[in-house]
Nanobody
Framework: QVQLVESGGGLVQAGGSLRLSCAFSGRTFSSYAMGWFRQAPGKEREFVAAISRRWSGGITYYLDSVKGRFTCSRDNAKNTVYLQLNSLKPEDTAVYYC?????????????????????WGQGTQVTVSS
């Protein structure tokens, strides 16, 4: 069974940075595409970023509003996916979740859908003060 554990969230001022980590265990990490989503109070869960599995080249995809500010990466040796958050804005405040996709499909549209993912972490809170 796959387990995902996020860490690295916290309280930061606008313009600041955070690095989120998601530790993967239970299966072969490099075989999974990984995604990051966020959910603010009263809103639906929203796609933020994704990175394809190793044999697909580790291609990254982003929500338009975070392009140039957030960077998604993976370390297959450490079974970990990261989300570097720079130039944070108050509207980035949310619980951030990582997710793992096992079915083998790819592409931005597919990765942006909550239903494409098979496993989810418990989330980590990111709060950006103005």
């Amino acid at each position: 069974q796959v387990q995902l554990v996020e860490s690295g969230g916290g309280l930061v001022q606008a313009g600041g940075s955070l690095r989120l980590s998601c530790a993967f265990s239970g299966r072969t990490f490099s075989s999974y595409a990984m995604g990051w989503f966020r959910q603010a109070p009263g809103k639906e869960r929203e796609f933020v970023a994704a990175i394809s599995r190793r044999w697909s080249g580790g291609i990254t995809y982003y929500l338009d509003s975070v392009k140039g500010r957030f960077t998604c990466s993976r370390d297959n040796a450490k079974n970990t996916v990261y989300l570097q958050l720079n130039s944070l804005k108050p509207e980035d405040t949310a619980v951030y979740y990582c997710a793992a996709e096992a079915k083998g499909y790819s592409g931005r549209v597919y990765y942006s859908k909550v239903g494409s993912y098979d496993y989810w972490g418990q989330g980590t809170q990111v709060t950006v003060s103005s």
